[in-house]
């Protein structure tokens, strides 16, 4: 499949908590970090996402902010 996005994300399903329509997945990055994302509980059955999957974890935003302390 290809996708306009660039920004994907490489890692392993630690984590898939269902609650009616939607479901929380939670994806070890291979630095140890983790992202977490709400998506259908139809979409989880979908791509058989289940715990040690391995997915992409892929970020689309209108837009991306950057924080820092001033100064240093």
């Known amino acids: 499949m ?3 996005a660039r920004n994907r ?6 984590g898939v908590e269902t609650d009616g329509l939607m479901a929380e997945v ?3 990055l291979g630095d140890g970090q ?8 139809g979409s989880v059955e979908r ?8 997915v992409n974890a892929v ?6 902010m ?5 100064g240093e």
């Open 9 to 14: 994300l490489a890692g392993t399903v630690t």
């Open 26 to 28: 939670t994806v070890e």
């Open 59 to 64: 970020v689309k935003a209108t837009e991306v």
């Open 66 to 70: 950057v924080e820092a302390e001033p």
């Open 47 to 54: 791509l058989g996402i289940e715990e040690g999957k391995e």
């Open 2 to 4: 290809s996708l306009s």
């Open 34 to 41: 983790e992202v977490t994302a709400v998506i259908t509980s």
